[in-house]
């Protein structure tokens, strides 16, 4: 068995850089060295972390360009769609490097009338160390919503990238050892499947998983022999809902956006739209036509790059020749539209409801839209899948009345995919989508465990929890609680 692998750039097949394949033993061995390091990270305090990640973003900024570039030659998406991705990733961190301290530091709650005598506090303390086992569709992004809130929540991190960017996962490691060099407290592991499946095993404190939801079932199954537990970030089969007032210009470039950027490969991307009849012919028109006018490629004019990974095609394939074989029809495009390493931007309407095309997910330029009576139609249909990651919705009488009745962990009223760009709201799904949350406070406690701390303050003599109390303690607390809450006063 080879004990390396080759990164290859997906527009040309070009090697990339190649990297070992790490095994139990090896990983074993690196999660060891984390756990020393995450004592000393922790006990750094949170002013000293915040001042190393900060260093981390500035660092990152000013070299923007380098890594955009090892992300589009490694992963192919376009240098601004790159870019694009490294500015989200470097707010997030500005903000959980900022945040930590409000949201995980020790905080007063009220004791409550029975313990009035009492301290109560919550304090948020570390796992000690967390492994992340990211994607590589969004290789920084995706990858830094848990890293960098996992850092801020003083852990140490075991980061296995996707074997299909491991250069960026490297990067990002090795500018992290620059300002942090005294302790590895991010450290990379590189490898296939095996490789991951290990670092669940390896004894770490906690596993953030993005990917597949087959996959996140394995990641799952491996960690619940050890108890260890698990965020999961899986897939989507998002809907973008367009009402009869919607902004329909701006609705059908949400569509495009939302279905095309990064060649479709977006977890929160918009596979599925439904638009109100009265809308439905402009829509479906105007996003074909924004469509028709995307070229992939790997030069500074392409709209969007190759697909990544080979085997997606594939899928993407399998999803076209279904719609129209179960009675759809292809707008624009089709499967002539798949032409290795790319895919052509391809729209589809009148799909039945139950086609592989619109119960699984594409991952590819690919959108179906389709015609609804009403805006009950639309969220029924909406939330008929197994998934629950993403929506957006363009109404701009009813978005927010819309958006309460998905069954999704996000939602965009009147644009798409925003909610991303906003390091204080949560991200995460229900479902086949996963479930815990990276990003905002929500994102920073999922890397901490609450402990909850009770402390006497004046003793009293009416003590009820011990075996000397009088006899008549218990019935005295009884009589008073009875008078205080009879009668359903608040």
Same mark, same amino acid.
């Given at each position: 068995? *080879?004990?390396?692998?080759?990164?290859?750039?997906?527009?040309?097949?070009? +090697?990339?850089?190649?990297?070992?394949?790490?095994?139990?033993?090896?990983? @074993?061995?690196?999660?060891?060295?984390?756990?020393?390091?995450?004592?000393?990270?922790?006990?750094?305090?949170?002013?000293?972390?915040?001042?190393?990640?900060? &260093?981390? @973003?500035? /660092?990152?900024?000013?070299?923007?360009?380098? /890594?955009?570039?090892?992300?589009?030659?490694?992963?192919?998406?376009?240098?601004?769609?790159?870019?694009?991705?490294?500015?989200?990733?470097?707010?997030?961190?500005?903000?959980?490097?900022?945040?930590?301290?409000?949201?995980?530091?020790?905080?007063?709650?009220?004791?409550?009338?029975?313990?009035?005598?009492?301290?109560?506090?919550?304090?948020?303390?570390?796992?000690?160390?967390?492994?992340?086992?990211?994607?590589?569709?969004?290789?920084?992004?995706? #990858?830094?919503?848990?890293?960098?809130?996992?850092?801020?929540?003083?852990?140490?991190?075991?980061?296995?990238?996707?074997?299909?960017?491991?250069?960026?996962?490297?990067?990002? +490691?090795?500018?992290?050892? =620059?300002?942090?060099?005294?302790?590895?407290?991010?450290?990379?592991?590189?490898?296939?499947?095996?490789?991951?499946? *290990?670092?669940?095993?390896?004894? +770490?404190?906690?596993? &953030?998983?993005?990917?597949?939801?087959?996959?996140?079932?394995?990641?799952?199954?491996?960690?619940?022999?050890?108890?260890?537990?698990?965020?999961?970030?899986?897939?989507?089969?998002?809907?973008?809902?367009?009402?009869?007032? *919607?902004?329909?210009?701006?609705?059908?470039?949400?569509?495009?956006?939302?279905?095309?950027?990064?060649? $479709?490969?977006?977890?929160?991307?918009?596979?599925?739209?439904?638009?109100?009849?009265?809308?439905?012919? !402009?829509?479906?028109? @105007?996003?074909?036509?924004?469509?028709?006018?995307?070229?992939? $490629?790997?030069?500074?004019?392409?709209?969007?790059? #190759?697909?990544?990974? #080979?085997?997606?095609?594939?899928?993407?394939?399998?999803?076209?020749?279904?719609?129209?074989?179960?009675?759809? @029809?292809?707008?624009?495009?089709?499967? =002539?539209?798949?032409?290795?390493?790319?895919?052509?931007?391809?729209? /589809?309407?009148?799909?039945?409801?139950?086609?592989?095309?619109?119960?699984?997910?594409?991952?590819?330029?690919?959108?179906?839209?389709?015609? +609804?009576?009403?805006?009950?139609?639309?969220?029924?249909?909406?939330?008929?899948?197994?998934?629950?990651?993403?929506?957006?919705?363009?109404?701009?009488?009813?978005?927010?009345?819309?958006?309460?009745?998905?069954?999704?962990?996000?939602? &965009?009223?009147?644009?798409?995919?925003?909610?991303?760009?906003?390091?204080?709201?949560?991200?995460? $799904?229900?479902?086949?989508?996963?479930?815990?949350?990276?990003?905002?406070?929500?994102?920073?406690?999922?890397?901490?465990?609450?402990?909850?701390?009770? !402390?006497?303050?004046?003793?009293?003599?009416?003590?009820?929890?011990?075996?000397?109390?009088?006899?008549?303690?218990?019935?005295?607390?009884?009589?008073?609680?009875?008078?205080?809450?009879?009668?359903?006063?608040?």
């Amino acid at each position: 068995m *080879a004990d390396t692998f080759d990164s290859l750039d997906p527009a040309t097949g070009e +090697v990339v850089a190649t990297f070992p394949i790490a095994g139990a033993a090896d990983v @074993r061995a690196v999660v060891a060295e984390a756990r020393e390091a995450s004592r000393w990270w922790a006990m750094i305090g949170f002013s000293e972390r915040k001042k190393r990640l900060l &260093a981390w @973003r500035s /660092l990152i900024a000013g070299r923007i360009d380098e /890594l955009a570039d090892l992300v589009h030659r490694e992963g192919g998406k376009t240098r601004d769609d790159a870019m694009l991705e490294t500015i989200l990733a470097i707010d997030h961190i500005d903000w959980a490097a900022k945040h930590a301290a409000k949201v995980l530091g020790r905080r007063s709650v009220s004791p409550g009338l029975l313990s009035a005598n009492h301290a109560a506090t919550i304090q948020y303390l570390p796992y000690g160390v967390v492994g992340v086992i990211g994607p590589w569709n969004y290789p920084v992004f995706t #990858p830094m919503g848990s890293i960098t809130y996992a850092l801020a929540a003083s852990n140490a991190v075991v980061f296995k990238p996707s074997e299909f960017t491991p250069a960026v996962g490297e990067w990002l +490691v090795r500018t992290f050892a =620059e300002v942090v060099p005294e302790q590895p407290v991010l450290q990379v592991v590189t490898g296939l499947g095996e490789t991951g499946a *290990a670092l669940c095993e390896a004894g +770490v404190d906690k596993i &953030a998983f993005t990917g597949s939801s087959a996959t996140g079932k394995k990641v799952m199954q491996a960690c619940s022999a050890t108890l260890t537990p698990v965020l999961v970030e899986c897939g989507g089969k998002d809907v973008l809902i367009i009402d009869e007032d *919607a902004d329909i210009e701006a609705a059908a470039q949400a569509a495009a956006w939302g279905a095309c950027s990064n060649a $479709g490969q977006t977890c929160v991307g918009t596979e599925r739209v439904y638009a109100h009849e009265k809308v439905y012919d !402009k829509v479906l028109h @105007r996003t074909a036509e924004i469509m028709r006018d995307l070229q992939p $490629g790997n030069d500074g004019g392409a709209a969007y790059g #190759p697909m990544t990974m #080979p085997s997606q095609l594939d899928v993407v394939r399998r999803h076209v020749d279904a719609a129209i074989a179960d009675g759809g @029809r292809a707008v624009l495009g089709g499967p =002539e539209s798949i032409a290795p390493p790319y895919v052509r931007p391809v729209v /589809l309407a009148e799909v039945p409801e139950t086609s592989v095309a619109i119960q699984e997910e594409t991952f590819g330029p690919v959108v179906i839209i389709n015609k +609804v009576a009403s805006m009950d139609e639309a969220v029924t249909k909406a939330n008929a899948t197994p998934y629950g990651l993403a929506a957006a919705v363009f109404s701009r009488s009813a978005g927010e009345r819309i958006a309460a009745r998905l069954r999704t962990g996000m939602v &965009a009223i009147n644009s798409v995919i925003s909610f991303a760009g906003i390091p204080s709201l949560p991200f995460g $799904g229900v479902g086949e989508s996963g479930f815990g949350r990276i990003h905002g406070e929500d994102g920073l406690r999922e890397f901490a465990r609450s402990q909850s701390v009770a !402390k006497l303050r004046v003793p009293i003599p009416l003590v009820v929890t011990s075996f000397a109390r009088k006899p008549y303690a218990v019935r005295l607390i009884a009589d008073m609680m009875r008078r205080r809450f009879r009668g359903g006063a608040s």
